[in-house]
Each structure stands twice: as structure tokens, then as C-alpha cells.
């Protein structure tokens, strides 16, 4: 009788831990130092891959384990492209349905798995495990709309490192606005940060898990054109004096839409 | 030349035109009749489909090797009857009947199945089951506009280099990293970024 | 001619008795019915057998196999059927898998869920995989090209002969002995 109980109540309980583990998620990289280890599985070969987050600092770094020699590539992250958990949570509600299951364990830690299935055709469903005490990923699939598995890969260790936020190392504001602007903006993305770094301009959009990021720089007639890896897209294109080149975790339409109604800020409409 | 070397690699040659659908008349029915029964050629055809299996990528759960070997014991324990009857049905109503008869008799399930399309249930219907818990959004925020079902995409080569591949030149890897980088870890695409950085250090 | 004719004379094969002759066909669609399943199941560890019930219902339902569509797309319906049963089935089981991920001595690919390999058949198939990519990286460019056009982008052997201007037979003799090649080096790798 117990035990028809708990499965009848189950999807109850898992909806409320998933608000739970949900706002621990939406915060894990702004509040969080951590060490985490993984495995790309549908690499080939297999990658072992180590990332060192650093709760609002400027450097992460990711140190390559596999293939023998081991390689670090410095992480320099936007902090503000990091929304509030708030804002994030938000975003997400409008562009996925959010579906817990049972609990499990990834690399001996309780997580609970929440698929987030997209409401259109503009970005990837994925499936989270998600730790319950961190909020941070243990284990990611992400697939296309017909079901091929577009990235796979599953943490072996998580390790929290103590706390060493230095407020001097915290990177400067992003500007809010960019030499060019994304209007219409794609249903479910809003524009989050603004980066620049010499002649080059950053724009980055969030839908609360899917992330693109349009790089403006002049344009220089270098190859221009398409290209996907598991499930990172990237289209460039040159278009009035500039080279765009759209990087996101979304089909690829969806970074020809981006292109499409990509103008720069100074504009009112087309013809400019 | 030793003339049975030469033999074998003529069959084989054939062998490799009919899983392309090139092989007719006299020497598809010779290969037919001989592929039934030669451990060789039917070895090399299950090395051939293997090679076409890694280069077509199917994607998804990768099958054990012994898939087809369980198929067919699991065939083979059922002991049923091969299924008799001719597949070219025109005026073929009396080998209908026969067929049915034995399959009766033979007490094999007959299978009913209907013509569907597959189509990933959630992105037919954009909007639907949303659930009680959803949080109120504020007055600015973006309306939810209905989006149509996209055309899954094809795997796009970069430049004009024709029929696809995904090789990257350094400059167009910096772009993916930078923005795997730039501050939203879990998110679709990051590991396929770290991994191309991570194939860069080979 | 095409692929699907070469599907009827298999089917007609097993259909006058020869019931060995349907291991041919298993072995031709065997990861493609695999991923029409998956559509369906998604991560469910019973891909495999359901992908496997579709071959046992499709070998018992050949007679009535009347031949006005291709071959695999009446395999392809069978597997999207006995999946969707599946799922019906099964719908309201718990999720009950407890996934331990050891950590030092050596990670485990989660795949092994889906699949029945033991870890030295997972290392085999892997090794079969990149004899195979390293093995086409190798071959002549007019090999390489005829083969690629084949089995990556589906053309027929006439497209290809058009598109690398040569006569079909030389289309068939690259793709063969493209194919040759690799199979050499696969062949001492799956020697039983």
C-alpha cells in the first residue's frame, strides 16, 4: 500500500524537488567553485575533460585529461552574461516544458534528471541530471527533433572547492547595448550581454539554457558559411560592411534567424 | 594470378554492387543463389554493411555486435515454418490463401500496424501541457509567439566544400570556444566546443 | 534497379524457405531499425529488444509483405509500431535505473544502458570504428570520393559516375575496391 503510495505521489515530489534543485541550478555558476570532472562519450575517441569553475571570477580553466598529454585552455567567462537564477528560471518556463523523473546517482551523487523539452523547433530538447545538493549538471543529452543523441557526456567527479571570491578579480559590466541589435529577437532568447574586445563585439542570447552568441567584427571577405558539431552550430555571414558569425547550442535555423534580423543598432528597418 | 583469388574477389565486386542496388539480371541471381549458403560472402557482406554503418553515422544508441546473431537464434527457437509465399502479388490470390493456411496452422501471430508518421510528440504541439506551477510572467516580457515545426536541418559543410564535413580551421574553433567559454557551462553545445578543442590538441 | 529491389529478391529468398537469408537482411538494417526505435524510446533501456521483437515481427508478417512499398519503409512502420506499444506498455513504470559511475580505474560509457556489450566487445566495436575512419582518411581521393558520395550521401551509382565524370563500371570498381581496402584491415579484427 506504502509503496502505491509513493509511486502514485511521485510525480508530486518530484515536481516540488524540481523547483528546488531548479533555483540551486539557475545559481550554481554565480555562487558555486568547483571542480568538476567528465567524460564526452560520443567523442571519439571518448574525451576526458577536467573544468575548474571559479564562482564569480573572471578565469575558469579546463585542462584536457585524455590522449596522453594533458592540455589547459583558460576559460575567460562573462560574468554577466550569467542571469539571476530568477531571470534564467523564467526565461526557461517560457520555451521548455520541464519534465523531472526519479532520482539517480552520477558519479556518486544523488541528481535528479529533468528533461527540458523545447515548445518549438528552435532549440534541442536536453535531459540534465542534475546534482540535488549543487544544482550543477552531472550528466547531459542533447537531442535533435528526431531523436539523434547531438552530445552526451557524464561527469565522474564533482569536488567543491573552498570559496575564494576576490571582488577585485570580478570582470568589469558588459555594456547593455551592442553596435547591432537582433529584432525581431527569436521567440524565448533575450539579449543578456554585450562584450567588446578590440575590434570585435560579443552579443550574447540566453533562452534560460540555450545560449548563441554573435560575434561582429569588420568584414574581411574570409570564408563565410555553415558548419554543426554535435550540437554547437555556427553560420557566418558578411552583410552591410560587417562579418557576423553566429555560435550557438541551437539548429541551425535558428542562427539564420538570428543572421536574418541582425541590423545594426543605429537602423530603423530594412534599406538601411 | 591464382584464378580462385581472382573468382572470390569477382563475387565480391558483385556483392558490393547489389547492397547498392546495382547488380541485375543474371548475376544478381547467381550471387543470390550462392550468397544463401557461402559463409564467406555473407562474411564479407556483414563487414561491408559495418563499414557503411560508421561512415552513414547513424545516430543514437549504438546496438551490441551480436545484435543480429540474438535476432536469429531468437528466430530459430521459435521453430516456426520459414513464411511461404510468393511476394509479386499480381493474380497471386491462391498462394494468399495458402500462405494464411499454414501461417494458421503454424499458430504465428499475425501483426497489425498501422501508417504513421514519426514525429517527435512534443514539437507537434508548441504550447500544450504547460504546467500549473508555471510562474506569472511580467508585463514586458516577450510575448511567446507559436513557431511552426522547422525542417530538421542538414548537416551543412563549411564553405563550399561540397557533400558535408565538419572540419574546423582554428580561427572558426576560436569563435566556438569563446563562446563556449563565456559563461553559461551546462549549456547545449559546450561540450561539443570542448571537444573540438580537445581533438585540436591531437 | 535500386536498393529496395535488391530488398525484394532477399525477401522472396526467405519467402521459398531459405529462413538463413533473412540474417542478411538483420544485418543490412539493424542500427537504422536501432534509431527508428530510439525516436520513440528515447533513452529507455529496452532498445534493444524492442528493436529486436520488430525483426521477429517482421520476419513472422513477410507473407503478407506485398511489395507496393520499399522494403524498409514496411520495417520502418513495424519498428515505429512496436515501439509505440512499448511505450504504451510500459508507461506508467517507474524509472528504477541506479547508475553508478566509477571513477578511477576506468569510466563507464553510459551507452552500455542500451546495449549488451561486454567491455571488451565496447572496445571492439570502437577499434572497428576507427580502422574504418583512418582506413577511408587513407584511400585514393577517386576511391574515397566514390565511396563517400555512396554510403554519406546516398547517391546512386549513376549520379556519381555524372558528378565524377567516369563511366558507371568505374564508379563500381572505385566503391569496391574502396571497400576492399577497409576490409582488409577490418577483416583480423572480426575474425571469429
Redesign the interface.
Known amino acids: 500500500m506504502l509503496a502505491l503510495a509513493t509511486?502514485l505521489l511521485?510525480p508530486v515530489l518530484h515536481a516540488d524537488e524540481m523547483q528546488t534543485v531548479l533555483a540551486r541550478f539557475g545559481s550554481a555558476e554565480q555562487n558555486l567553485s568547483y571542480r568538476l570532472?567528465w567524460?564526452v562519450?560520443d567523442a571519439?575517441?571518448?574525451q576526458?575533460l577536467e573544468r575548474i569553475h571559479r564562482a564569480g571570477q573572471r578565469q575558469s580553466s579546463l585542462e584536457l585529461l585524455s590522449g596522453g598529454a594533458t592540455a589547459t585552455l583558460p576559460l575567460p567567462t562573462l560574468p554577466s552574461a550569467q542571469p539571476e537564477s530568477a531571470q534564467r528560471l523564467l526565461l526557461l518556463q517560457q520555451s521548455y516544458r520541464l519534465e523531472p523523473?526519479?532520482r539517480?546517482?552520477?558519479?556518486?551523487r544523488v541528481v535528479l534528471?529533468v528533461w527540458f523539452r523545447p515548445n518549438d523547433g528552435l532549440r534541442y530538447a536536453t535531459?540534465l541530471w542534475l546534482d540535488v545538493e549543487t544544482g550543477v549538471p552531472l550528466?547531459t543529452?542533447v537531442?535533435d527533433s528526431?531523436?539523434?543523441i547531438l552530445e552526451?557526456s557524464?561527469?565522474?567527479?564533482l569536488e567543491l572547492l573552498p570559496d575564494a571570491t576576490d571582488p577585485a578579480a570580478s570582470a568589469p559590466a558588459s555594456a547593455r547595448n551592442g553596435s547591432w541589435r537582433i529584432d525581431p529577437m527569436p521567440p524565448g532568447f533575450r539579449m543578456v550581454a554585450v562584450h567588446r574586445e578590440g575590434a570585435r563585439e560579443q552579443l550574447f542570447l540566453l533562452d534560460g539554457l540555450a545560449t548563441i552568441s554573435i560575434f561582429v567584427e569588420p568584414a574581411d571577405g574570409r570564408r563565410t558559411g555553415a558548419m554543426r558539431r554535435g550540437a554547437m552550430s555556427s553560420l557566418i555571414r558578411e552583410q552591410q560592411g560587417a562579418r557576423l558569425t553566429a555560435v550557438g547550442g541551437v539548429p541551425l535555423v535558428t542562427l539564420e534567424r538570428v543572421l536574418n534580423a541582425a541590423i545594426p543598432t543605429g537602423c530603423a528597418g530594412s534599406g538601411c | 594470378m591464382n584464378h580462385d583469388q581472382d573468382g572470390a574477389?569477382v563475387l565480391?565486386?558483385q556483392l558490393?554492387?547489389?547492397?547498392?542496388?546495382?547488380?541485375?539480371g543474371s548475376e544478381?541471381a547467381f550471387l543470390?543463389r550462392r550468397?544463401?549458403?557461402d559463409q564467406d560472402l555473407?562474411?564479407?557482406?556483414?563487414?561491408?554493411?559495418?563499414?557503411?554503418?560508421?561512415?552513414?553515422?547513424?545516430?543514437?544508441?549504438?546496438?551490441?555486435?551480436?545484435?543480429?546473431d540474438?535476432?536469429?537464434a531468437?528466430?530459430e527457437a521459435?521453430e516456426?515454418p520459414?513464411?511461404?509465399?510468393?511476394?509479386?502479388?499480381g493474380g497471386s490470390g491462391q498462394g494468399?490463401r495458402q500462405?494464411?493456411g499454414a501461417?494458421m496452422a503454424a499458430g504465428?501471430?499475425?501483426?497489425a500496424?498501422?501508417?504513421?508518421e514519426?514525429v517527435?510528440p512534443e514539437l507537434t504541439d508548441p504550447g500544450a501541457g504547460r504546467s500549473a506551477s508555471m510562474v506569472e510572467l511580467p508585463a514586458n516580457a516577450p510575448t511567446l509567439m507559436p513557431v511552426p515545426l522547422l525542417a530538421p536541418v542538414q548537416r551543412a559543410s563549411f564553405g563550399d566544400s561540397g557533400?558535408?564535413g565538419t572540419q574546423l580551421a582554428p580561427l572558426e574553433a576560436h569563435y566556438l570556444l569563446q563562446h563556449a567559454a563565456a559563461g553559461v557551462p551546462s549549456a547545449p553545445g559546450t561540450a561539443s566546443a570542448y571537444v573540438e578543442w580537445a581533438a585540436q590538441q591531437r | 534497379?535500386?536498393?529496395?529491389?535488391?530488398d525484394?529478391?532477399?525477401?522472396?529468398?526467405?519467402?521459398?524457405?531459405?529462413?538463413?537469408?533473412?540474417?542478411?537482411i538483420?544485418?543490412?538494417y539493424?542500427?537504422?531499425v536501432?534509431?527508428?526505435v530510439?525516436?520513440?524510446l528515447?533513452?529507455s533501456p529496452d532498445?534493444?529488444d524492442v528493436?529486436?521483437e520488430t525483426?521477429?515481427?517482421a520476419?513472422?508478417?513477410?507473407?503478407?509483405?506485398?511489395?507496393d512499398s520499399s522494403f524498409y519503409t514496411w520495417l520502418?512502420?513495424?519498428a515505429?509500431?512496436t515501439a509505440?506499444n512499448h511505450l504504451a506498455t510500459n508507461s506508467r513504470r517507474?524509472?528504477?535505473?541506479?547508475?553508478?559511475?566509477?571513477?578511477a580505474e576506468h569510466?563507464e560509457?553510459?551507452?552500455r544502458l542500451?546495449?549488451?556489450?561486454t567491455p571488451e566487445?565496447e572496445m571492439?566495436?570502437?577499434e572497428?570504428?576507427?580502422t574504418?575512419?583512418k582506413a577511408?582518411d587513407a584511400l585514393p581521393e577517386d576511391m574515397r570520393t566514390a565511396?563517400?558520395?555512396?554510403?554519406?550521401?546516398?547517391m546512386?551509382?549513376e549520379d556519381i559516375s555524372k558528378l565524377m565524370e567516369c563511366p558507371i563500371g568505374t564508379v563500381?570498381?572505385r566503391?569496391?575496391r574502396g571497400?576492399?581496402a577497409?576490409?582488409r584491415l577490418?577483416?583480423p579484427l572480426?575474425k571469429d
Request: with cysteine; hydrophobic share 45%.
Open positions: 509511486l511521485a570532472t567524460v562519450s571519439r575517441p571518448p576526458v523523473r526519479a539517480e546517482t552520477v558519479a556518486r534528471p535531459m550528466k543529452q537531442h528526431d531523436g539523434r552526451y557524464v561527469a565522474t567527479a | 574477389d565480391r565486386e558490393s554492387a547489389l547492397m547498392d542496388g546495382e547488380l541485375e544478381k543470390m550468397l544463401a549458403h555473407k562474411a564479407s557482406w556483414d563487414r561491408y554493411h559495418q563499414i557503411r554503418e560508421v561512415l552513414s553515422e547513424p545516430q543514437g544508441p549504438r546496438r551490441s555486435m551480436d545484435f543480429a540474438r535476432v536469429m531468437a528466430i521459435e516456426a520459414a513464411p511461404q509465399r510468393a511476394i509479386r502479388s494468399w500462405a494464411f501461417a504465428v501471430a499475425a501483426v500496424f498501422w501508417v504513421t514519426p517527435a557533400a558535408g | 534497379m535500386s536498393e529496395a529491389d535488391t525484394l529478391e532477399l525477401v522472396s529468398r526467405v519467402l521459398k524457405g531459405e529462413r538463413k537469408v533473412f540474417d542478411l538483420v544485418r543490412r539493424q542500427s537504422r536501432c534509431a527508428a530510439a525516436k520513440v528515447r533513452r532498445i534493444e528493436a529486436q525483426f521477429l515481427r520476419y513472422r508478417a513477410l507473407p503478407s509483405f506485398r511489395g520502418y512502420k513495424i515505429i509500431n509505440r517507474p524509472q528504477l535505473a541506479d547508475v553508478d559511475i566509477s571513477v569510466f560509457d553510459e551507452r542500451l546495449d549488451r556489450d566487445k571492439l566495436r570502437e572497428v570504428e576507427q574504418v575512419l577511408v565511396l563517400t558520395l555512396r554510403e554519406v550521401d546516398g546512386s551509382y563500381r570498381s566503391i569496391f571497400r576492399e577497409i576490409d577490418l577483416r572480426l
